[in-house]
């Protein structure tokens, strides 16, 4: 009786030392598992920052490249419109030739265009951050656009939910860049086309999205890729910086660019941007508030 009471203890005891194996092993392989997952997250948000620095390295270089070919050009193009203007003074009783020195006087400005983009776009000046009104930001800017929207029939509305939102930014730099966006926006749509100017919920704390949307034929998402690459144009006028020159103000902020479809047709541009409760870093994790996200790559020739 003793011997089988025993086996039976014994074989009890095992039982409980093979489940609590069984149990252990279980949760090692879920940790296991689950470690892995965040090893390969992990390896992916390192690839992912490591070909974001090495963009942020092309850019600069570009950048210095295209400043020191920019202040080259800037010299003797300031020359060219000096000349061209004692012509136009000289020539006014000579109207073919006035039109000839018109015509150079216009190319010099075009050109001078140019080169301003250029610099702009490869300046990196470091922001002046003050509280500044987000609606008075908009309104500058679509003060200048007006007349193209007038001349195009295109009607713009800003949303109300606007109102008295505050960034912490540099509001002329922000102004540049929402004027370029609403630029891109007026070349997108047809005559009689819309554009809107809303406020976009932004999940990174610290920063409020301004969409900037059309009713246009949208943006390919291979074209997509390509928006915020410097000298990328699809038109057949401009210098292809303007978006990239949106996605340098956004970053130099703290904030992103997001390019993606708006919902009815169309192209939605978000620029995230801090507000004034609070500054954050740039880069950080986000949750992606349009269809499709961009990791802008420098391309140069061939566009």
Excluded at 192 to 206: I, S, T
């Amino acid at each position: 009786m003793t011997t089988t009471m025993t086996k039976a203890v014994d074989e009890a005891e095992l039982a409980t030392i093979i489940q609590t194996y069984n149990d252990v092993t279980e949760q090692l392989k879920r940790s296991h598992e689950l470690l892995r997952k965040e090893v390969c997250r992990l390896r992916d948000l390192l690839d992912e920052k490591n070909k974001e620095l090495q963009r942020r390295e092309r850019l600069a270089a570009l950048g210095e490249m295209a400043a020191g070919v920019a202040h080259e050009i800037r010299n003797p193009l300031g020359g060219i419109g000096l000349y061209a203007s004692l012509l136009e003074r000289d020539l006014v009783d000579r109207p073919p030739q006035l039109d000839i020195a018109k015509r150079i006087n216009v190319g010099v400005r075009n050109m001078e265009g140019i080169v301003g983009d250029i610099l702009t776009f490869a300046g990196g000046a470091e922001p002046n951050r003050q509280a500044s009104g987000l609606a008075d930001i908009i309104e500058s800017a679509l003060v200048q656009v007006e007349p193209r929207a007038l001349a195009l029939g295109v009607a713009v509305e800003v949303d109300p939910a606007i109102g008295d939102t505050e960034l912490s930014c540099d509001a002329a730099q922000v102004e540049r860049a929402m004027l370029n966006l609403l630029l891109n926006a007026l070349d997108a749509v047809d005559n009689g086309g819309r554009v809107w100017v809303r406020l976009e919920r932004c999940d990174r704390a610290g920063l409020v999205g301004v969409a900037v949307e059309d009713d246009g034929p949208g943006i390919d998402p291979a074209v997509a890729q390509k928006v915020f690459n410097p000298f990328f144009t699809t038109k057949d006028t401009g210098t292809g910086l303007g978006l990239a020159i949106v996605h340098s103000i956004a970053e130099s902020h703290g904030g992103f660019v997001r390019v993606g479809q708006r919902e009815g047709g169309g192209a939605s541009l978000v620029m995230a941007l801090p507000t004034t409760d609070e500054v954050v870093g740039v880069n950080e994790e986000v949750s992606a508030l349009p269809e499709f996200e961009v990791a802008a790559e420098v391309i140069v020739g061939g566009l």
